[in-house]
């Protein structure tokens, strides 16, 4: 399969913790990177390598993936969290053009 | 530090070609393993992946898109250009470039450029 699948939204109450999830068969070979998105902004890439963080991201940012899912958990979700999140993967040939759908995620 | 800069005409007839040129800095596309990507996003929905251009002039289109699109690369001028044939509404989007690197560990796009917005109307 050539997709990547997150669900469209998910919610979370102020400073709780919250799992942000994408399948695809592709992330058995590849690690995901995630990305943020907050509106009129471009995204910002806040995982690669499915766990490295790139200097200035927030630790309560953090990735894991294990078989043909990724995750990105937000620990302690602040109110700036807010924002749509993409995940990414490479195809099976290994180039980087797969995206999930992307998750609204809320913070109550 | 890697920048880039999206740039291209605001208001798109039906029918017509877009044409976009990202414009960077920071780093080479002659450098082995580099890349420059495409992405649009129509007003409140998805992000959706375009197209690709390798350092060795290697493209990747989306297939749903391959037929309309075109890439280029423009070393010297450290640009990437990317055309659209056909414009419909339905592509009133805005549009990203962004930097990649296949080498080494992956690190995804990163950065991306601030977006442009086109809008196609009669």
């Known amino acids: 399969s050539s997709e990547l699948t997150q669900d469209p939204a998910v919610s979370v109450a102020l400073g709780q913790t919250v799992r942000i999830t994408c399948q695809g068969d592709?992330?058995?070979?590849?690690?995901a990177s995630w990305y943020q998105q907050t509106p009129g902004q471009a995204p910002v890439l806040v995982i690669y390598?499915?766990?490295k963080r790139p200097s200035g991201i927030p630790d309560r940012f953090s990735g894991s993936g294990s078989g043909n899912t990724a995750s990105l958990t937000i620990t302690g979700a602040q109110a700036e969290d807010e924002a749509d999140y993409y995940c990414?993967?490479?195809?099976?040939?290994?180039?980087?053009?797969?995206f999930g759908g992307g998750t609204m995620l809320t913070v109550l | 530090q890697i920048t880039l800069k999206e740039s291209g005409p605001t208001l798109v007839k039906p029918t017509q070609t877009l044409t976009l040129t990202c414009t960077f800095s920071g780093f080479s596309l002659s450098t082995s393993g580099l890349g420059v990507g495409w992405f649009r996003q129509p007003p409140g929905k998805a992000l959706e992946w375009l197209a690709l251009?390798?350092?060795?002039?290697?493209?990747r289109y989306s297939p749903s898109l391959r037929s309309r699109l075109t890439l280029t690369k423009d070393t010297s001028k450290n640009q990437v250009v990317l055309t659209m044939t056909n414009m419909d509404p339905v592509d009133t989007a805005t549009y990203f470039c962004?930097?990649?690197?296949?080498?080494?560990?992956?690190?995804?796009?990163?950065?991306w450029g601030q977006g442009t917005l086109a809008t196609v109307s009669s």
């Open positions: 390598d499915r766990n």
């Open positions: 962004a930097h990649t690197s296949i080498l080494g560990v992956p690190r995804g796009y990163d950065p």
């Open positions: 990414h993967s490479r195809d099976n040939s290994g180039h980087p053009v797969l």
């Open positions: 251009i390798y350092w060795n002039d290697d493209k």
């Open positions: 592709s992330l058995r070979n590849y690690h």
